[in-house]
């Protein structure tokens, strides 16, 4: 199992930035996609962005242009770096490890706890 420890949330003021990070851990992640997802109170987790071990990108089309993913020269750190964030960016962010690249929720295998992050208006 792979453990993965979120770090970075908290308040900001609307269009202010954050930047996530992700550290993976325990069993080997080589080859492996990892993503954020979000979920706001009421609502389903949702897909955020997703990088797979190559450099294969997707993005949620909310934060198209916004947020960026990224992952360090050891692939076992994640970044999400969300630029001129809003009030419905307000959620937990968490991060996910998945073998193979996928946006959908139930493809992915290890999940952290989760970071808040709160956008003020």
Same mark, same amino acid.
């Given at each position: ?38 979920? !706001? ?5 949702? +897909?955020?962005?997703? %990088?797979?071990?190559?450099? $294969? *990108?997707? /993005? !949620? ?5 916004? +947020?960026?993913?990224? %992952?360090?020269?050891?692939? $076992? *750190?994640? /970044? ?42």
């Amino acid at each position: 199992q792979v453990q993965l420890v979120e770090s970075g949330g908290g308040l900001v003021q609307s269009g202010g930035s954050l930047r996530l990070s992700c550290v993976a851990s325990g069993r080997t992640i080589s080859g492996w996609t990892m993503a954020w997802f979000r979920q !706001a109170p009421g609502e389903e987790r949702e +897909f955020v962005a997703a %990088r797979g071990w190559y450099g $294969t *990108t997707d /993005y !949620a089309d909310s934060v198209k242009g916004r +947020f960026t993913i990224s %992952r360090d020269s050891a692939k $076992t *750190t994640v /970044y999400l770096q969300m630029n001129n964030l809003k009030p419905q960016d307000t959620a937990v962010y968490y991060c996910a490890a998945a073998s193979r690249f996928s946006t959908t929720r139930l493809t992915y295998d290890d999940w952290g706890q989760g970071t808040q992050v709160t956008v003020s208006s």
